[in-house]
């Protein structure tokens, strides 16, 4: 267990302290304890996150950049098939096609509004859950309260993606965008480096540096522990990236 410091009781993290997660992480990780108390953090995060995805959604970009596709899919449906089947079958085409479109709209809302937040509920919940294994494993005495706080609080680096996120949306005027350096490279290349985003990048540190401070893993064990990770999770995100590209 973390001893008490030396200058008395410490002051449990609260809500009004997650800003410190941007200026003195160490400062806030050093508050925390295994307690729930970082339940209220983390409905306001989610809640962050829902307005922000409802406020991409305002934007119109989805339904603008799904009107674009949907109507490059009639035209070049028209062109193909215009004279090759009778007028009713290419209108039942073209109506399929077009309920495809509305259905990739409302799924893509959702997944803003809805998925979003969700997860970065499963994912806290998965991240904190391998930790307290690693911990376990160590010889420790793992405590799940404070490895979810350090999670929820590292989350709150997240906001500032999202938000860097609307503003390259609004920007480029389509919501296909990321925070990776796979924006650098040519439009429509495939490449590594959608693994590489440096606010998932900054998010391990953040938890490297909380489950030192927190005495959960040691200094060395924490970077091995997280650099594993980070790299892992790049990897499928990457992947993922590289197979819708």
Not at 186 to 197: Q, T
Not at 220 to 244: E, N, S
């Amino acid at each position: 267990m973390r001893s008490e410091m030396a200058d008395g009781p410490k002051e449990a993290v609260r809500l009004r302290h997650a800003l410190m997660v941007y200026t003195s992480p160490r400062r806030l990780f050093s508050r925390v304890e295994d307690t729930g108390h970082y339940g209220l953090a983390l409905v306001a995060l989610l809640g962050l996150v829902t307005l922000i995805g409802y406020a991409q959604n305002q934007t119109g970009l989805i339904d603008r950049v799904v009107d674009q596709q949907t109507e490059k899919q009639l035209a070049a449906l028209e062109t193909a098939q215009g004279d090759l089947v009778d007028r009713v079958q290419l209108r039942d085409q073209m109506d399929a096609i077009r309920k495809t479109g509305v259905f990739n709209k409302t799924i893509t809302r959702l997944g803003k509004v809805v998925l979003l937040p969700t997860w970065f509920l499963a994912s806290f919940l998965l991240i904190a859950s391998m930790l307290y294994a690693v911990v376990a494993l160590t010889g420790r005495k793992p405590e799940y309260h404070t490895l979810m706080s350090i999670c929820v609080y590292a989350g709150f680096l997240e906001l500032v993606g999202l938000i860097v996120q609307s503003g390259m949306m609004v920007y480029y005027r389509t919501h296909e965008v990321s925070t990776s350096l796979g924006m650098l490279a040519p439009v429509g290349e495939k490449s590594f480096l959608y693994a590489i985003d440096p606010f998932r990048i900054w998010f391990w540190i953040l938890v490297a540096i909380g489950l030192t401070v927190t005495q959960q893993l040691s200094r060395r064990m924490a970077i091995v522990t997280c650099t594993l990770a980070a790299l892992i999770a790049m990897g499928v995100h990457g992947a993922a990236q590289y197979v819708g590209t």
